[in-house]
């Protein structure tokens, strides 16, 4: 299987299976010195793992992180940091079931199309449980950007069809409620509507929002790595995401230039936008402004309703999934979108240190060395 590693310079390779003994990702590229414990990254781990409320698979994992290698006495080496999550409450006979048939909204047939065999124990690599490692990867990634100055801001934006509130916006208030929503009112609603569908065997999707700041201009490369168009690769290679934006997005298309345009202005000499409709990125480079990008989440496919399917025999039957699903993926799918955002920088940060031979000579002139 190819494409399991993303990136150039600060380069991830994901790897395991739902229902395998345990899975990880092994990051290369990470610059010695960085002081990085376990539990920097299983605050990022906690986020995503399941359990966490009523909203949530019930499934039963710590995902509690071991660092296999890269660090010596707290702090990166500059080799392969090696992650590793074992597997714990995985019950592979819940899908013994679905072994013969293909799933709607899944990938057991791309899977059996490609391959001519899939892992059917939680749909394998296609579960979202491959997402640990990315979260992991995101967690180093994360702390370099942090020491850079670089925020990221992720959360729920709407759920269900039920957007929050821009006036009502509170960032403490997005690990108060089970949905990371920054509104209450919004949040609230919303939970009430989780209930409803989980007693009608249904599922919701949403929208989920990123806003990075303090990213300085020049970021990204302007044909095939734009800064957008490396985000968008990230942010779309997550099973649930159907859709990504940035900035007004697909709002634009309904907008004319003398809306759209930012214009530029001086302030205290530095050049700013009085607005920002392309989302902090021109030309596939930032601008220096915030930048926002937006996933839309699917409905989690796997539903105690009655469907329609086919299985590997070509019988058209009907199914009934059971195990134990998420009724909405949109509040852990929130720290895997950041995880990949913060990876995607990275990456980008690194690569852009070449950009100008004035900064290679400043970085290897003998007084610096």
């Known amino acids: 299987m190819a494409g399991?590693?993303?990136?150039?310079?600060?380069?991830?390779?994901?790897?395991?299976?739902?229902?395998?003994?345990?899975?990880g990702?092994?990051?290369?590229?990470?610059?010695?010195?960085?002081n990085l414990s376990e539990s920097d990254i299983q605050v990022f781990l906690n986020r995503r793992k399941p359990g966490q409320s009523s909203y949530t698979t019930q499934r039963n994992e710590d995902d509690q992180v071991e660092i296999l290698s890269g660090t010596f006495e707290g702090k990166t080496t500059g080799t392969p940091?090696?992650?590793?999550?074992?597997?714990?409450?995985?019950?592979?006979?819940?899908?013994?079931?679905?072994?013969?048939?293909?799933?709607?909204g899944h990938a057991d047939f791309t899977f059996d199309s490609k391959y001519g065999f899939r892992d059917y124990r939680?749909?394998?690599?296609?579960?979202?449980?491959?997402?640990?490692g990315r979260v992991a990867a995101g967690?180093?990634?994360?702390?370099?950007?942090?020491?850079?100055?670089?925020?990221?801001?992720?959360?729920?934006?709407?759920?269900g069809g039920v957007k929050i509130n821009d006036e009502n916006f509170d960032r403490k208030e997005i690990y108060n409620n089970p949905v990371y929503m920054p509104d209450k009112a919004a949040a609230g609603i919303v939970e009430q509507?989780?209930?409803?569908?989980?007693?009608?065997?249904?599922?919701?999707?949403?929208?989920?929002?990123?806003?990075?700041?303090?990213?300085?201009?020049?970021?990204?490369?302007?044909?095939?790595?734009?800064?957008?168009?490396c985000l968008a690769k990230a942010v779309m290679s997550i099973g649930a995401v159907k859709g990504v934006e940035i900035g007004d997005g697909f709002a634009a298309a309904a907008s004319y230039g003398s809306t759209n345009n930012d214009g530029f202005s001086?302030?205290?000499?530095?050049?700013?936008?009085?607005?920002?409709?392309?989302?902090?990125?021109?030309?596939?480079?930032?601008?220096?402004?915030?930048?926002?990008?937006?996933?839309a989440i699917k409905p989690?496919?796997?539903?105690?309703?009655?469907?329609?399917?086919v299985n590997r025999q070509g019988e058209n039957i009907d199914i009934n999934i059971k195990g134990r699903h998420d009724p909405i993926i949109v509040p852990r799918a929130v720290v895997v979108v950041e995880s990949m955002v913060a990876v995607t920088l990275t990456d980008l940060l690194f690569t852009a240190m070449t950009s100008k031979m004035e900064r290679i000579i400043d970085f290897w002139k003998p007084e610096n060395r």
């Open 4 to 23: 399991s590693t993303y990136g150039n310079i600060f380069k991830i390779t994901t790897w395991g299976e739902s229902h395998g003994k345990a899975l």
């Open 25 to 34: 990702v092994v990051i290369d590229g990470c610059p010695a010195g960085i």
């Open 81 to 104: 940091i090696s992650l590793i999550i074992y597997n714990k409450d995985h019950h592979s006979a819940d899908y013994s079931q679905i072994a013969d048939c293909y799933r709607p």
């Open 122 to 132: 939680g749909g394998g690599r296609s579960s979202g449980r491959e997402t640990a």
């Open 139 to 159: 967690a180093v990634a994360s702390k370099i950007l942090s020491m850079l100055g670089i925020d990221i801001l992720t959360y729920s934006k709407e759920i």
């Open 193 to 229: 509507q989780l209930k409803e569908k989980m007693a009608e065997k249904n599922s919701v999707g949403g929208i989920i929002e990123c806003k990075i700041s303090n990213v300085p201009a020049g970021i990204g490369e302007p044909v095939f790595d734009k800064l957008d168009a």
């Open 266 to 295: 001086m302030q205290d000499g530095k050049l700013t936008k009085t607005s920002n409709h392309a989302g902090g990125i021109l030309g596939g480079i930032s601008d220096g402004s915030e930048i926002i990008i937006r996933a």
């Open 300 to 309: 989690t496919p796997s539903i105690a309703q009655t469907q329609q399917t």
